[in-house]
């Protein structure tokens, strides 16, 4: 009776044991799409200014776009990116951002596409506003862009990172 219950013992241990270190370990994990598909940098107004009307008009700068993910032909579904540099003077750079002032924070030198991310300032002190961006950002039924907009403290250049659908 003694051996049973010592088996009995050993057997419910390496039983507990075993499903303790066979079970996986939960790890959280995240993926997040890679922007790939970039095009080479445009010059063109015309997209920027229907992606994004309220930008300050008119329009110029520099931009590249492209798509998320591994996909090689993206379709209606696909989430597309907008990389840009828009520039301005710095007085209507400051007057495009003073009705946000209140809410603008320090913020980390935005990175964009490789072949755009040179002509970010480097010295430069960038901010960004929560409000800014939702002023930007565009929401249809069919479609919409997400922006976030960096503007240097004392610069002139708005540059956004945007992602979303166009409008079909």
Known sequence: ???WAVACAVALFAVSGCSAW???KSTQTSYTPQKTGASPIRYDSEPLEQRFPKLPQPVTGEWV???FGDEPLPGPNT???????IEMPPQQLAAYVAPFRSSMVL???PRLWKTLDAGVP???QFERSD??????STNTAKGGWE?????PKDGSVLVLSAQGKDAI
């Open 1 to 3: 009776m003694k051996r």
């Open 22 to 24: 066979d079970e996986p």
């Open 65 to 67: 776009q492209g798509f």
């Open 79 to 85: 989430t597309y990116w907008v990389d840009a540099i």
């Open 107 to 109: 913020a980390t030198r």
């Open 122 to 124: 480097s010295s430069a």
């Open 131 to 136: 409000d800014l961006d939702r002023m930007l």
């Open 147 to 151: 922006v976030k907009a960096f503007a």
